[in-house]
């Protein structure tokens, strides 16, 4: 091939490309899809974290769906109020109040207190594993330990403690769900940041089968949704297992202290010694005995004012 067939190569393909390009200019002004302002600007106010709590795919999903569709202005966890405000601001509208959330581990399962069917060699997934016959846990709905809900979690919020749990750093936690979704046993859950005590437990099984399985599994008895234990009602029985209503305001204290399995966990014991435990639980029955002892003296004294 000699120079001239190679510079006129050169120019042919030099044509054909100033063609194309001239055609893909064209076609980009005609089929252009105009972006509404707004969603730009929601966009970059959002954190970018991309983290799915709000229900659409990514930030700029969710700044579409804003402005498209009508969607709430305040499901971004990670940005919480301010970003809500920001966004009311760019659309005219008033921000409604939401509810900061934290995960928490409905599961008290440890290596100690729960036992296991059979030994697990396949990847260390809770994912993988609950094909495997439903997990090597003899508690069908206990946590499998692999950390899969750690992994998930966009935000550094979460780590694996060495008695095979996971566990919420709630100074980090978004409250964005990822870690819910990630957990294939529905361990992983959401509660309000200003609640303390929650249900470590997440079995809807029958009390004998609960206790061959773990030492600390709710038994379904029922004392924690008395209204006794709980005067508020913020804890009903769904089956086997409470329910706590989180919308009623309660510090769950007697569900904490008279539940016989221990399932309540109070997150602020963390911090507590032992015997600063066993204190404060000494004076809460002191307490509920010496209020039992004033009903009791009232009931006498009004019936003896109705016998008189």
Not at 10 to 39: M, R
Not at 186 to 203: D, E, F, H, T
Request: charged share 20%; proline share 5%; with cysteine.
């Amino acid at each position: 091939m000699d120079i001239g067939q190679i510079l006129t190569a050169l120019v042919w393909v030099g044509l054909l490309g100033a063609v194309f390009g001239a055609i893909l200019a064209y076609a980009s002004k005609v089929f252009a899809v105009e972006v509404d302002p707004k969603v730009e600007k929601i966009s970059g106010i959002l954190p970018q974290a991309n983290c799915g709590a709000c229900g659409f795919p990514g930030c700029s999903g969710y700044a579409n769906a804003i402005v498209s569709s009508g969607a709430e202005i305040n499901l971004c966890s990670p940005g919480g109020k301010e970003v809500a405000n920001k966004i009311a601001e760019i659309m005219g509208v008033t921000a409604k109040e939401s509810v900061p959330m934290v995960a928490y581990c409905a599961c008290n399962g440890t290596k100690e207190n729960a036992k296991n069917r059979f030994e697990y060699y396949g990847p260390k997934s809770c994912a993988s594993a609950v094909f495997v016959s439903g997990g090597h846990k003899m508690c069908d709905y206990g946590c499998l330990g692999f950390g899969d809900c750690v992994e998930a979690c966009p935000f550094g919020a979460m780590g694996m403690g060495e008695n095979g749990l996971p566990y919420v750093i709630d100074e980090k936690c978004v409250g964005c769900g990822a870690c819910v979704r990630a957990c294939p046993k529905g361990v992983m859950k959401l509660m309000p940041r200003g609640a303390k005590v929650y249900l470590a437990c997440n079995s809807n099984a029958k009390g004998k089968e609960v206790t061959d399985a773990c030492v600390v599994g709710c038994i379904g008895c029922k004392i924690c949704s008395l209204p006794k234990t709980t005067p508020s009602g913020a804890i009903k029985m769904d089956g086997d297992l409470p329910v706590v209503n989180y919308n009623i305001e309660d510090t769950l204290t007697g569900a904490k202290y008279k539940c016989p399995k221990g399932c309540f966990i109070d997150k602020g014991d963390r911090s507590k010694s032992a015997d600063q435990i066993a204190a404060e639980k000494e004076a809460f029955k002191a307490e509920e005995a010496k209020a039992a002892e004033a009903a009791k003296k009232a009931a006498l004294e009004k019936a003896a004012d109705q016998k008189a």
